[in-house]
């Protein structure tokens, strides 16, 4: 079967422009996580999604970053007046449960110019 | 806070030597560890974790709780294991990962 999908591959933003970044995880798949790969850097948590909820979102930089998974699928990562300091690659994850493997997708490269 | 160091950026070692990736944490409490490896233009995916206690392509790794690290060796590296690796922990349950820096491990000919 298909396995997690991201959307756009690549993204180049003008700062202060905002930016949504789409995730499918796998069908069936409750939790959902993202985070952010700095270059150079292993990835870093930003939150997560059991279902439609946000249980996590601890790891979220600033209020201009916002996640949503309105009908417990697909996820979108918003962020509002991007900044240099935003670009990164941004990776989505799902698995069937909490304590199971995460699947992760390819990745959303942003760069804000 | 939880933590994961991986002290070797790169690693470069010829085919049929050993290999030995080091990972260390500091976590209060019982953490799961993980090994993800990302191949060249390829996503990142789990190559092992502790409590599975397999050996994966050939790589193992056993969690030593008295010293915190969690490394990852293989007796006879192989060219397509070149690749990123990163060691990971989860607190267990709802936890996101925290991932270490990674290292990019190079099987020369």
């Known amino acids: 079967g298909a396995g997690v999908s991201q959307s756009p591959r690549y993204k180049v933003a003008k700062r202060g422009q905002d930016v949504a970044l789409r995730c499918d995880p796998i069908s069936g798949h409750v939790s959902l996580f993202w985070y952010q790969q700095a270059l150079g850097q292993g990835p870093e948590f930003l939150t997560y999604?059991?279902?439609?909820?946000?249980?996590?979102k601890s790891g979220l930089p600033s209020d201009r970053f916002f996640a949503e998974r309105p009908e417990g699928s697909v996820s979108t990562l918003k962020i509002q007046r991007t900044q240099q300091e935003d670009s990164a690659v941004y990776l989505c994850?799902?698995?069937?449960?909490?304590?199971?493997?995460?699947?992760f997708g390819p990745g959303t490269r942003l760069t804000v110019t | 806070a939880q933590r994961v160091t991986q002290p070797e950026k790169l690693l470069s070692v010829f085919k049929g030597a050993p290999v030995e990736l080091k990972c260390n944490y500091s976590y209060s409490g019982s953490p799961e560890l993980f090994w993800y490896v990302q191949y060249s233009r390829q996503r990142l995916q789990l190559l092992l974790r502790?409590?599975s206690r397999e050996s994966i392509k050939g790589f193992t790794a056993d969690l030593n709780k008295g010293e915190t690290s969690f490394h990852l060796k293989k007796p006879f590296a192989q060219e397509e294991d070149s690749a990123m690796y990163y060691c990971a922990l989860s607190g267990g349950g709802a936890d996101g990962l925290t991932f270490g820096k990674g290292t990019h491990l190079i099987i020369q000919p």
């Open positions: 502790h409590i």
């Open positions: 999604f059991q279902n439609e909820a946000q249980l996590d």
């Open positions: 994850a799902s698995s069937l449960g909490t304590v199971n493997e995460q699947y």
